[in-house]
């Protein structure tokens, strides 16, 4: 079935140590979002691409980067994870941004040690 | 930044329908009014979305008011697996961003 993918599922990393997350989707979407969730908070955006133009929300942190290397893949680097980023991570897709539903992954949850 | 309020938290007895309130007073006129649930430990999913008219779909209906200031979703009738946050946004059509309010944690009772 088309979806979108998130792996790991769980990813432990050392405080200040740079952790990489992925997501990959089949529904060849046009615009792909990454999300911040914490514990018993709704999901926060930290920025999309709408196909390979970037759009980064005005405050989140410079620790945070993405990459889209093209369609299908989409990555979000921490260079430097402090124990306030342990969280769920949600990445999103959709087809195109006028009024179209987005379709979530089921997240990676970041431990930092 | 969200523009919705919404109750922190909601009982629905299974098999009644379960009525989720959310005020957007501010909302513009080309702005939309979703809804998604999140269950548990999974990412969000998509309910249903309107503009100004009522909608419905397989999953529940959604009710606009007339000044469009306020919302209702109904999930005609409530199972255990609609527990779940449900949350209320608002979201322009023309930007790519959806940003998230606190959420209504729904709770089925059998």
């Known amino acids: 079935d088309a979806m979108v993918i998130q792996n790991p599922r769980y990813q432990v990393t050392q405080f200040g140590k740079p952790v990489t997350l992925s997501c990959s989707q089949t529904?060849?979407?046009?615009?792909m979002y990454w999300y911040q969730q914490k514990s018993s908070q709704a999901p926060k955006l930290l920025f999309h691409?709408?196909?390979?133009?970037?759009?980064n929300e005005a405050d989140t942190p410079d620790n945070f980067q993405s990459r889209r290397p093209n369609t299908s893949f989409c990555f979000l680097d921490i260079r430097s994870p402090g124990l306030g980023d342990a969280a769920m991570y949600l990445c999103a897709t959709s087809r195109e941004s006028r009024g179209d539903e987005q379709f979530f992954g089921p997240g990676t949850r970041l431990t930092v040690l | 930044d969200a523009k919705t309020t919404q109750p922190p938290s909601m009982d629905c007895a299974e098999g009644r329908a379960a009525n989720l309130p959310c005020n957007h007073s501010t909302i513009s006129g080309n702005e939309y009014v979703y809804w998604y649930r999140q269950i548990h430990s999974q990412g969000p999913q998509y309910i249903i979305h309107g503009l100004k008219n009522n909608e419905t779909n397989e999953m529940a209906s959604l009710i606009i008011t007339e000044d469009r200031k306020s919302s209702t979703l109904i999930l005609p009738h409530a199972t255990l697996r609609d527990t779940a946050v449900y949350y209320c946004i608002v979201r322009v059509p023309t930007g790519n961003q959806f940003y998230f309010g606190t959420g209504t944690s729904l709770t089925v009772i059998p």
């Open positions: 529904l060849n979407h046009n615009v």
């Open positions: 691409y709408y196909d390979k133009d970037f759009n």
